[in-house]
């Protein structure tokens, strides 16, 4: 894990082996869907099978021009693949997981929670990014099928003056998290090319 203890966020977000908690991230410049704009995403680990492991990518642009929001939703799809190509195994299929995503964007749980189960699957083809939100929600629906999916926001950028909390606390844990996370998305776009990735250990050097 990055940065701080954390003691308090072991409770709270009940990090344990059998517990996927992953902190997720977009970034995107120039952030106008323009085919001069780069995206990264980024996703961290810090509880169960993938614990303390990074996920991080330059986001593919040749059907669709990135954007922040593209990013930080693809974010949130590689990470819920990572975990079901993971629980898919034959070794693992028994056991059952929990999954908590931590991301600083609300639209994409707004999407997952209150807008897309009500769409009718043709709705699909009407919104932005079709092949993301469509993708998104039958892996969404299908890692629900056996584990028991929480998708937590908090605020990016230290807007709540998490970076000032107490070491050890949840704030300053999921402050630590993000903003490495925030780092790792923006490294991606900057240093990685379209369509590439890495899945590692994290480097705390």
């Not at 323009?34 to 996920?55: E, H, M, T």
Request: hydrophobic share 30%.
């Amino acid at each position: 894990m990055i940065g701080s203890k954390f003691n308090d966020a072991e409770s709270i977000l009940g990090i344990q082996p059998f517990h996927h908690i992953a902190f997720t991230d977009g970034s995107c410049y120039p952030n106008n869907k323009s085919k001069n704009s780069r995206g990264g995403y980024a996703s961290v680990f810090v509880s169960g099978p993938f614990n303390d492991k990074c996920l991080y990518g330059n986001l593919d642009i040749s059907n669709y021009n990135a954007s922040n929001i593209r990013a930080e939703g693809i974010a949130i799809f590689k990470t819920l693949e990572l975990i079901k190509e993971f629980n898919d195994k034959k070794e693992t299929n028994k056991k059952s997981y929990k999954v908590t995503i931590v991301t600083d964007c609300m639209f994409w749980i707004n999407m997952l929670e209150t807008y897309m189960p009500k769409w009718k699957k043709d709705k699909f083809k009407e919104k932005a990014n079709p092949d993301l939100t469509q993708n998104l929600w039958i892996l969404y629906n299908d890692v629900k099928k056996n584990n028991e999916i929480k998708l937590i926001h908090m605020k990016s950028h230290n807007k709540d003056k998490w970076e000032s909390c107490e070491e050890g606390s949840y704030n300053k844990f999921c402050f630590d998290q993000n903003d490495f996370a925030d780092k790792l998305c923006s490294y991606a776009r900057k240093k990685l090319t379209p369509k590439q990735f890495k899945f590692e250990d994290i480097n705390f050097e």
